[in-house]
């Protein structure tokens, strides 16, 4: 079990491997049948399955990780309002040069492939920023950085809220909550499942931020979640006997989503369709926590240890986020253009992605004053101050 009172290399890990993961599943997005802003002429429903186990949680994971470093981050900052600057710097900027410019390759390329627009991409730019509409894809558009646009937003919202959420993580009901590792298993869970029920079909995630309502409610939930727990003992004691169990419950949840018209049809004969559904959902989002709770048991009891591979992805994999998908989109428009067969030009995309986001970040440290519209920084990892 870690410490309270030393550095969580273990978060620092999943923090990297929910960025890993993120990355590689957009690669995957290239080849799937699911749409995504271009696609391969190799595109077929063979990696589907795989993409549908970590789909669930990839982004639950990275939320509460959020979550979790706010906390730390907050408690040592100098003021809060130094540290809302800082986040308005460190998110904010990559957010708006992505907006005008590092994104816009995607949405360019995306309109090519669609054969929406033939012309350069010069020539593309005046009617990527304006605010009429014509093209079928929104623009301007953040594509896959809405995820720093949300957590901006959380912060921002948390800020103000900060005692008060303090007060609850200490509170009689939560820590009767975190102390029972059942509770932590399967109660916990429950205000994602009447969101899965009820909010899901009426808000489907859109990432426009206004109107994704249900989305938010999923998002801001797990990052409060992860606030509430960064420094919690007992929510990663129960973790740690949790966690031993979280496989077989993923397992046995995933068997009976994969057969969910039929164990839907067999409920139906003794339930109303709203308990149906609600029972289903439950089945989902204990899927999503299984995941996540083998994670953070793994990652307290096994990877909780110093490195220089670690101490230089800390630094370098919030730059990587950030860089990877034009990367992808770019790589993939030409490469699928030479029909080199599906696993060449599966292989040599992967490649392409991650040499370019390492000779990326490994160039832009270096600039002056470019690196922060990247995400480029020195992160201080998940230490508690030492007062």
């Known amino acids: 079990m870690p410490t309270y009172d030393t550095r969580r290399y273990d978060l620092d890990w999943l923090r990297i491997i929910a960025f890993g993961l993120l990355i590689f599943y957009h690669v995957g997005m290239f080849y799937v049948t699911w749409g995504w802003h271009v696609k ?77 627009f033939s012309g350069s ?78 909010l899901v079909p009426i808000y489907p995630t859109t990432h426009a931020f206004v109107g994704d309502w249900a989305n938010h409610a999923h998002r801001f939930m797990i990052f409060l979640i992860g606030f509430f727990v960064a420094k919690d003992p007992a929510f990663w004691r129960s973790v740690d006997k949790a966690w031993k169990v ?34 289903l959902s439950y089945m989902g989002v204990l899927y999503a926590w299984s995941c996540m709770l083998l994670l953070l048991g793994f990652g307290q009891r096994f990877l909780n ?35 080199l067969g599906a696993l060449p030009e599966f292989l040599v995309l992967t490649l392409i992605t991650v040499a370019g986001c390492a000779a990326g970040y490994e160039i832009l440290r270096r600039i002056p004053g470019v690196g922060i519209l990247f995400g480029v920084r020195q992160s201080s990892g998940f230490r508690l101050p030492s007062s």
């Not at 079928?136 to 950085?145: D, E, K, R, V």
């Not at 397992?251 to 149906?276: D, H, R």
């Not at 992805?313 to 990587?320: D, E, H, P, V």
């Open 305 to 339: 240890s110093e490195s220089r591979a670690l101490r230089y992805l800390t630094s370098a994999i919030f730059c990587y986020y950030v860089l990877h998908q034009t990367i992808i989109v770019v790589a993939g428009y030409y490469l699928t253009g030479m029909e």
């Open 121 to 198: 991409i010069i020539e593309f730019y005046p009617d990527y920023v304006k605010f009429e509409q014509v093209f079928s894809t929104i623009t301007p558009t953040w594509n896959h950085l809405w995820y720093l646009v949300y957590v901006l937003a959380y912060i921002l919202i948390t800020l103000p809220l900060l005692p008060w959420l303090k007060r609850i993580a200490q509170s009689r009901f939560w820590q009767a909550l975190v102390t029972r590792p059942l509770a932590v298993v399967a109660v916990t869970i429950l205000p994602f499942v009447v969101v899965e029920t009820w």
């Open 40 to 116: 391969s002429v190799y595109s077929s429903p063979l990696g589907e399955p795989l993409m549908s186990i970590v789909n669930p949680w990839r982004l639950a994971l990275l939320f509460f990780i959020s979550g979790v470093a706010i906390r730390f981050a907050t408690d040592k900052a100098p003021s809060l309002g130094q540290f809302a600057r800082s986040r308005l710097a460190r998110l904010g900027l990559p957010v708006l040069f992505g907006i005008y410019v590092w994104v816009m390759p995607q949405a360019y390329y995306q309109v090519r492939q669609s054969g929406e």
């Open 246 to 279: 979280a496989p077989a419950l993923a397992i046995g949840t995933w068997l009976l989503l994969g057969n969910a018209p039929s164990v839907a049809q067999w409920l139906g004969q003794f339930l109303p369709g709203t308990a149906v559904r609600f029972l």
